[in-house]
């Protein structure tokens, strides 16, 4: 990311940073597993972790390189307590259902400490309470509602007052025993294990085709196979979607903002309120007995918002750390994306009503670290052959009409805007002499509507602007350099290329002319 807005910190997550793990080979050639995962972030890693302790030969694709997409730019909250989840699970899923996802979730809080303390893995792993709060006094009822929600599903919860932020609070709800880690430590140490059980880890491996079977089969951009008997999607948006989840998962950008904390105003928990674009606090392990303070919010739908917007959202938000943690030295700042679903709850299982042999995992709305382990539970045990007792909750192929038709005709509303509205005639940019050095428009050049960024040199790159998912036009993300689509999260950059899925191909590569150089 560019650093535009003058706060002073660079760009990039500090979890790239601080541990950077070793390079690992494309595939060369096609190969046989009895599995194969496809996704190398935390959901997919855990998958084939759980599969290849299980005895199973296992292979994983990764378009980029493991732990490095969503799961290297999160916030890295281990926690059961998802903003004010329980009290909208219990209204739309009813009680039982709340209770196991309380159970199933804490559960993976827990898998990550076993785990860590069988494998020796040092991740900055403490156990600390987790807060949703609120400053707003005429809000506490709801917060009070939360509170016994998540206590009647089986966590230990309590409505508080008392909360150890340096700034008033008018009320919260608190879970003990909830964990911080540091994300790729763990996940590389998860690999490395994988790797002496026997799996394979494929990075720079972009998957492109998908022929369900018996064996399966996957298909990468450079034309090797892998067949294998079961097949998961752990691409975050999927990247084949035959239940048409996409009507059902709404993508939103997040930025991170990070800096040393002196260590004795370290409020000791993890927090969140969902409650001006949504502010949310940790602090991990850093020098020379400092904290590092990360701060996320200022959420949006990535490709909706105008020319320097994003960076002023990150002012926004390094204002916010600052007014409330005297004294922090903010150094870093990054961006995240997750995917959230129409009901609250994540798809996990079956890829599609007549899948017997391909999974996926998606829809974990903030929350990737214990849904993703929790994922990968879920799944190795049904391609097992068993049947946990929250299956059918997570399953994707659940529907419930009347309950979620608002959200998802809203959704849909939103796509057909962006589909629709985005090609009226009088678009972003009337000329590419409008483009700024560093800045991008969307432009039309001899009929075509092309995707155009003018580099600090003053070189223009152009490509289409019609995103290769779905068709929608996309849109410039100024500070972060990159192509958006604002129907379904897919990001490119300047060239073409894919960074963020559900689009597997790459935006065409196009001269000023109009004419076709590459696809």
Not at 67 to 78: D, F, I, N, R
Not at 113 to 131: I, M
Not at 411 to 421: D, E, T
Request: hydrophobic content about 40%; aromatic content about 6%.
């Amino acid at each position: 990311m560019t650093n535009q807005s003058g706060s002073g910190s660079r760009s990039g997550s500090l979890w790239m940073e601080y541990a950077p793990g070793p390079d690992r080979p494309a595939l060369g050639e096609s190969v046989e597993a009895e599995v194969a995962v496809v996704g190398g972030g935390v959901a997919g890693l855990c998958t084939a972790w759980e599969m290849a302790r299980a005895g199973h030969r296992v292979v994983l694709l990764e378009a980029d390189r493991i732990a490095s997409g969503v799961t290297g730019h999160t916030t890295a909250k281990l926690s059961s307590l998802h903003g004010l989840a329980y009290a909208q699970i219990r209204s739309v899923h009813g009680a039982r259902a709340a209770r196991l996802y309380a159970h199933s979730q804490q559960l993976a809080v827990e898998r990550v400490a076993e785990v860590s303390e069988e494998l020796g893995v040092d991740c900055d792993l403490e156990r600390v309470p987790a807060y949703t709060y609120t400053e707003d006094p005429g809000r506490t009822d709801e917060f009070r509602e939360e509170a016994e929600a998540a206590r009647a599903a089986g966590l230990a919860a309590s409505y508080v007052t008392d909360v150890p932020l340096p700034f008033p609070v008018a009320g919260a709800v608190r879970v003990e025993d909830q964990a911080q880690f540091h994300p790729r430590k763990y996940l590389l140490a998860l690999a490395a294990d994988l790797e002496v059980l026997g799996g394979r880890i494929f990075e720079r491996t972009r998957v492109t085709g998908l022929k369900e079977g018996t064996p399966c089969e996957v298909t990468t951009s450079a034309g090797h196979t892998v067949r294998a008997r079961d097949v998961v999607i752990a691409t975050h948006y999927p990247v084949f979607d035959r239940a048409l989840l996409f009507t059902r998962l709404e993508p939103k950008r997040e930025l991170v903002v990070a800096g040393a904390l002196p260590a004795g105003r370290d409020p000791g928990g993890v927090f969140l309120t969902p409650e001006g674009g949504t502010r949310s606090v940790r602090t991990a392990p850093y020098t020379d007995g400092q904290r590092l303070l990360i701060v996320t919010g200022e959420k949006f739908t990535p490709g909706t918002v105008d020319e320097g917007e994003v960076g002023a959202r990150y002012e926004r938000l390094a204002s916010w750390a600052r007014e409330r943690f005297p004294g922090v030295r903010l150094s870093h700042r990054w961006a995240t994306q997750d995917n959230h679903t129409t009901d609250r709850v994540p798809y996990v299982g079956r890829l599609h009503p007549g899948s017997r042999h391909t999974y996926v995992a998606t829809g974990f709305a903030g929350w990737g670290m214990s849904n993703g382990v929790m994922a990968g539970a879920l799944l190795a045990a049904r391609m097992r052959g068993r049947e946990p007792a929250w299956t059918s909750l997570y399953d994707p192929v659940r529907l419930h009409p009347v309950r979620e038709a608002p959200a998802i005709l809203r959704l849909q509303a939103q796509v057909a805007k962006h589909f629709i509205g985005d090609r009226v005639p009088g678009a972003h940019a009337d000329s590419v002499d409008d483009i700024a050095p560093g800045g991008g428009a969307v432009v039309r050049v001899a009929g075509r509507r092309l995707a155009v960024h003018r580099d600090a040199s003053g070189a223009l790159h152009a490509v289409s602007a019609r995103c290769t998912h779905m068709g929608c036009i996309v849109h410039f993300n100024d500070e972060e350099c990159a192509w958006e689509c604002p129907c379904h999260g897919s990001r490119f950059d300047v060239d073409g290329k894919v960074t963020q899925g559900p689009a597997v191909r790459p935006l065409e590569q196009v001269d000023m002319d109009g004419t076709e150089e590459n696809s």
